[in-house]
């Protein structure tokens, strides 16, 4: 199966790409105790364009480590 990338346009603006935990928001918003905690590794960063050239590059990763990014959640409400 090939699935499509999603596409949202909402009036004249155009998304072509969202990333993880990320909202489009029009108007008043408000967010109250909102924790993230992401780590990635991207050789050569998103194509996020229209048209973007695409390579195929060759690319190897040596990542030991057991824990990268260790994260707790401490919250005041």
């Known amino acids: 199966m090939i699935f499509l990338p999603s596409m949202a346009n909402v009036l004249n603006f155009k998304v072509n790409s969202m990333d993880r935990s990320s ?3 029009f108007g008043s ?6 924790f993230l905690s992401t780590k990635r590794n991207m ?3 998103e194509q996020n364009g229209d048209i ?26």
């Open 29 to 34: 918003i408000q967010q109250a105790d909102v």
């Open 52 to 77: 973007s050239f695409i390579s195929i590059p060759i690319n190897f990763v040596n990542d030991s480590d057991v824990t990268d990014a260790n994260a707790v959640k401490n919250s005041v409400i």
């Open 43 to 45: 050789g050569f960063g």
């Open 23 to 25: 909202q489009i928001g």
